[in-house]
């Protein structure tokens, strides 16, 4: 409805040329890819995300994807995109040259296999909590839905406070231990 009401303030003429423009500006896959190299930018990929990027999520319905970013804890809009690497290209435009290679690092840092998870948990001291009542084996580790990675969770006072989301089960066991201290 707001749409029709914008449409008919710009008028005929107007409304068609403002949507032959947001239709030339969606960008294809490959073209924020190397938009993102042209600009000497970073698209910042995560394994925790259904998009397969940081800052990227699917709108509802299939209707593109929303960008956004955590800052001071805070939740900060950037905008919406038709490709998943569109808003990949725009998160890593806000962060900038430096800010994005840097995160695209760190995020390629945080994914770890099994085994190093595990040497982690050796070489910290902690121990990784075994659990027979979850599917995952471990304590507090719980798979996501689509197989995309796991949630890593606990209850304090009655309440379920959430640690994170990681690539692998032991990884996300890892994470607990640290939280836990044990």
Not at 27 to 39: G, I, N, Y
Request: charged share 25%; aromatic share 4%; net charge positive.
């Amino acid at each position: 409805e707001g749409a029709l009401l914008y449409a008919r303030k710009l008028g005929t003429e107007a409304s068609a040329a403002a949507a032959a423009a947001a239709a030339a500006e969606s960008m294809t896959a490959a073209e924020a890819e190397q938009a993102a190299t042209a600009e000497g930018l970073t698209l910042v990929r995560s394994s925790r995300s259904r998009s397969g990027f940081e800052g990227v999520c699917a709108k509802s319905k299939g209707r593109g994807f929303k960008v956004k970013r955590r800052v001071d804890g805070r939740t900060q809009y950037i905008g919406c995109t038709a490709t998943a690497e569109e808003g990949a290209l725009l998160y890593a435009r806000k962060l900038g040259t430096e800010a994005s290679a840097a995160a695209a690092a760190a995020a390629a840092a945080e994914s770890m296999t099994a085994a190093e998870a595990e040497q982690a948990a050796a070489a910290e001291g902690l121990t990784l909590v075994r659990s027979s009542r979850s599917s995952t084996g471990f304590e507090g580790v719980c798979a996501k839905s689509k197989g995309r990675g796991f949630k890593v969770k606990r209850r304090v006072d009655g309440r379920t406070q959430y640690i994170g989301c990681t690539a692998t089960a032991e990884e996300g066991a890892l994470l607990y231990a640290r939280k836990l201290g044990t």
